[in-house]
């Protein structure tokens, strides 16, 4: 049993995806073209709110607790976090689909520049990040990569829910964290001027 667990934790590691691009980063012939096979899989998976849960793998509590998540952090942060679930891809790409995906509700909401995607693949083991480019470089790929690390053990545990929480929150901690960051001039500082010494005492006047 020991070696079976260590071959599903591993797969599972193994077959997770990350990208830190955003869909309007990505030049447009990257993309999947209109009625291409990728494509017509995303156009089955269209976002509706904030979570989208086409496997059926989150309860009506956990998914009300990951919509709730979901909304503090766009009240709080500007960011609109949406979650795509899906069964199974039947082997198209996951960044091509996710990238769809993407595209598509964007296309639908220019007016919302700061966004986030969480794509996840149930059967396939297969996990995504897409971020838009206004916020490439405040999520960075090292953060990604946090995210990642936290949530896989959720979701070789088949706690899809606390997965995503954790991400939101992560995300929501790391928004505060730069947020708070005090910006940096353009220009370095200059320096205080040195303290000027007092002139020297007259010498005595000689008769």
């Not at 059967?123 to 953060?143: A, G, P, S, V």
């Not at 990604?144 to 991400?167: C, I, K, V």
């Not at 928004?175 to 500082?189: E, S, T």
Request: charged share 15%.
């Amino acid at each position: 049993m020991q070696t079976q667990k260590y071959i599903v934790v591993a797969a599972l590691t193994a077959a997770l995806t990350l990208s830190a691009h955003s869909a309007h980063a990505q030049a447009a012939p990257a993309g999947p073209q209109a009625g291409s096979p990728a494509a017509q899989v995303a156009a089955q998976y269209p976002i509706h709110d904030y979570v989208n849960d086409y496997a059926g793998v989150l309860d009506a509590d956990t998914r009300a607790q990951v919509l709730d998540a979901a909304r503090q952090l766009e009240a709080q942060h500007k960011v609109h976090l949406n979650i795509v679930i899906v069964r199974t891809l039947d082997g198209q790409s996951v960044q091509a689909v996710s990238t769809a995906i993407a595209n598509n509700w964007e296309s639908r909401h220019t007016a919302n520049q700061r966004s986030v995607q969480i794509f996840l693949d149930i059967d396939e083991r297969k996990m995504r990040f897409d971020i838009c480019q206004n916020l490439e470089k405040i999520i960075t790929n090292d953060d990604a990569g946090n995210f990642r690390q936290d949530m896989t053990p959720m979701l070789h545990e088949g706690d899809y829910g606390r997965a995503l929480l954790s991400a939101a929150q992560n995300l929501s901690d790391l928004l505060a964290q730069k947020d708070q960051a005090p910006p940096q001039a353009n220009a370095p500082r200059t320096p205080p001027a040195a303290p000027q010494a007092p002139p020297p005492s007259a010498p005595p006047s000689s008769n």
